[in-house]
C-alpha cells in the first residue's frame, strides 16, 4: 500500500510517497480502508519540530532523536472497514467510520489499524467521507477545553483565531453550546464565521478586541497571539483563559497567574475522547455543525498539503483524499 512517511524533520519536502507493506489487526483491531484524512497543524508541528516557544528539546526526547519514531503522521480519518479482528464485535467489514488517531498518528496510509474499543466510529451517512474526516481533531481539542473552561450557557465567549480548524470548532460548538460567540479572525474569514453561527466577528486587521472594551467570560486562543497580559482586562472577574496554542513558559506560569489574579488560564495538551467525536458527529448528521474543507489534495500531492497548512492561515481542514 501507499503511505507518506516522514523519517527526518524539516520542510513539506521531508514527506515522500512510499509502497510499505498493510499492516495486519490485531484481535481486538479493525483495518480501515482510508477514503480521506487531513494535514493537522498537529502534523505540521511534528513534521517541521517549529513548536510553540520552549518545547523544541523536550519534543525530540517525546518524538524521536532525528525524525519522528512513527514516520506515518496523520492523526484523523473517514474510510470504510476491510478487516475484523476475532475480538471485535462493534464494527463488521464494509462498515464506513471515523478514527482518532490523535498523538498516534498513522493516518496518512491506504490502509490503517486502530484498536475497535478506541476512538472510532460509524460515519454519518450524511456526511462525505472528506467531511468526515475533519471532525476530531479541532472537535476535540475544542470540547476538551470548553470542559476545562467549564463554559455555561448565555456565557460572553471569544475565539481569536477563529477560522483554523480548532477555531471553526470552537465557534460552533460553544454557539451549540448555548454561549454568545465572538470570533475574531482576518478580513477575508468574517463571512465564513457570521455563516458558522459567530453572534460577533471582530477583523483583527482592523480592530483589536481588547481596545473594544467588551469583557468575556472565556477567551480562547488558537493563533498564540492573546496571551494573559493582553487579554486580562477582556476577562470577567471569574474569566478563563484557553490558551490553545501555549508556550512552556506559558503552561508553567498558568497556576501562579490564576492564584494571583482570580482568572484560571488553562493550557496543555488536549485529552482525546471518543465521546466528544461522537458528540461532533451527531451535531454534523443533524445539520448543526458544518465541516470547514480549506482545500482536497490527492495523497500523491500531500507535500503540497503541508506547504499549505504550513503558512498558518488555512480555513478550516485540509483534507488528503484517497479515493
Ligand atoms: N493544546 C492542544 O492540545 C492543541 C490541539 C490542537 C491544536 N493545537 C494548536 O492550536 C493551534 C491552532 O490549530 P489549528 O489547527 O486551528 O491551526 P490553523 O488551522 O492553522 O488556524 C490558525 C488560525 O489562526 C489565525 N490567525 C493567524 N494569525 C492571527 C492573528 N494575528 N490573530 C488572530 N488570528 C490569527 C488564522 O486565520 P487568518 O487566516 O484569518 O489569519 C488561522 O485560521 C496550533 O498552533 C496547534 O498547534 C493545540
Known amino acids: 500500500m501507499k503511505a507518506a512517511v516522514c523519517e527526518r524533520y524539516g520542510p ?48 525530540r526526547l517525546a518524538l524521536g532523536l532525528r525524525g519522528p519514531r512513527q514516520p506515518i503522521l496523520g492523526t484523523e480519518l473517514s474510510g ?3 478487516a475484523v479482528g476475532s475480538e471485535v464485535a462493534n464494527f463488521a467489514v464494509g462498515d464506513e467510520v471515523i478514527a482518532f488517531t490523535g498523538a498516534k498518528m498513522g493516518c496518512h496510509a491506504e490502509m490503517v489499524c486502530v484498536v475497535g474499543g478506541g476512538a472510532v466510529i460509524h460515519k454519518p451517512a450524511r456526511l462525505s467521507h472528506a467531511q468526515a474526516a475533519t ?26 483565531g477563529a477560522s483554523g480548524t480548532v477555531g471553526t470548532a470552537m465557534v460552533q ?23 458558522l453561527g459567530a453572534h460577533y466577528v471582530v477583523d483583527y486587521t482592523t480592530t483589536d478586541f481588547v481596545a473594544a472594551g467588551m469583557r468575556y467570560d472565556v ?17 470577567t472577574p471569574t474569566g478563563r483563559l484557553l490558551l490553545i496554542n501555549a508556550g512552556l513558559d506559558q503552561m508553567l506560569s498558568a497556576p501562579w497567574t490564576t492564584r494571583r489574579h482570580g482568572h484560571r488560564v488553562i493550557v496543555g495538551t488536549a485529552a482525546e475522547r471518543v465521546e466528544d467525536i461522537e458528540m461532533v458527529a ?13 482545500r482536497c489534495y490527492p495523497l500523491d500531492e500531500i507535500v503540497a498539503a503541508h506547504r499549505h497548512v504550513e503558512t ?12
Open 12 to 59: 513539506p519536502e521531508v514527506v515522500r510517497i512510499v509502497e510499505v507493506p498493510p499492516p495486519t489487526p490485531r484481535a481486538h483491531e479493525i483495518m480501515v480502508r482510508v477514503h480521506a484524512t487531513t494535514v493537522s497543524s498537529g502534523d505540521w508541528r511534528v513534521r517541521s519540530l517549529d513548536l510553540p516557544r520552549g518545547f523544541g528539546p523536550i519534543a
Open 80 to 82: 470504510v472497514v476491510a
Open 135 to 160: 471532525l476530531g481533531f479541532g472537535g476535540t481539542t475544542t470540547l476538551d477545553f470548553l470542559r476545562r473552561g467549564q463554559l455555561q450557557p448565555g456565557e460572553q465567549v471569544l475565539v481569536n
Open 173 to 195: 460548538l460553544a454557539a451549540n453550546l448555548g454561549a454568545i460567540v465572538t470570533a475574531v479572525c482576518s478580513t477575508r474569514n468574517v463571512p465564513l464565521m457570521h455563516y
Open 219 to 235: 477567551i480562547a486562543d488558537t493563533a498564540g497571539t492573546a496571551p494573559y497580559a493582553r487579554c486580562r482586562d477582556a476577562l
Open 282 to 294: 451527531s451535531l454534523a448528521s443533524a445539520g448543526r455543525y458544518t465541516p470547514v474543507i480549506d
Open 312 to 323: 498558518g492561515h488555512k480555513r478550516g481542514s485540509v483534507v488528503v483524499v484517497m479515493r
